[in-house]
């Protein structure tokens, strides 16, 4: 499901995707399809194979209008009606960080060659891509952006990543030792290392 477009970049794999809104779309994304941990792939290349992999990391709500004396000449309904080309300023935007890219069926996890483009859709993940995404050749579980992701000074990022080791743990049964080990060391980073 197409979620947004990108509408800005912070860094080569952190990317800002504008949300569809009521007037950008039918059928609006609801808020659970853009919720933190999110898995989405934006195609830097229109109709190319290579797909970045990311999450969603944050949430910005944008509204222009919080603060502005006076009221509209027009209500949100009558824009509707009249003026069905208005852009509506106020909006969701979610962060996405990429955590690698998919080429075809072979997977890479670390900071990609290509970089998404604004403009570019942002779909979600369907779950067994993520579990694909999560397999190393010979089937095991495998999460090479961790060293990345850890070695960021973010408080977020310990956080993001327990989310992510839950959801995928039902689908690696054989790997819940080295995914017990993994939330052990999180958890101990998002609680103790906070602290001094």
């Known amino acids: 499901m197409k979620i947004g477009t990108i509408v800005a970049s912070n860094s080569h794999i952190s990317y800002l995707c504008r949300v569809f809104g009521r007037l950008e779309s039918q059928?609006?994304?609801?808020?659970?399809?853009?919720?933190?941990?999110?898995f989405v792939s934006i195609r830097p290349v229109e109709n190319g194979a290579e797909r970045l992999i990311g999450v969603v990391r944050d949430t910005v709500l944008v509204n222009p209008e919080y603060g502005q004396i006076g009221p509209r000449l027009s209500s949100d309904r009558d824009l509707e009606v009249f003026s069905p080309d208005y852009l509506d300023e106020k909006g969701t935007l979610v962060e996405v960080l990429v955590l690698g890219w998919r080429d075809g069926d072979r997977t890479i996890h670390r900071v990609p060659p290509l970089a998404a483009q604004v403009g570019n859709p942002v779909e979600t993940v369907p779950r067994d891509e993520i579990v694909a995404f999560h397999r190393d050749s010979a089937g095991r579980f495998f999460m090479g952006y961790l060293p990345q992701l850890v070695a960021r000074p973010d408080p977020v990022?310990?956080?993001?990543?327990?989310?992510?080791?839950?959801?995928?743990?039902?689908?690696?049964?054989?790997?819940?030792?080295?995914?017990?080990?993994?939330?052990?060391?999180?958890?101990?980073?998002?609680?103790?290392?906070?602290a001094g």
């Open 27 to 38: 059928s609006p994304p609801e808020p659970d399809d853009f919720a933190f941990g999110t």
């Open 157 to 194: 990022v310990a956080g993001l990543l327990l989310g992510i080791l839950d959801r995928l743990e039902p689908d690696f049964r054989a790997d819940d030792r080295v995914i017990d080990v993994l939330r052990r060391n999180l958890a101990w980073k998002a609680h103790v290392v906070p």
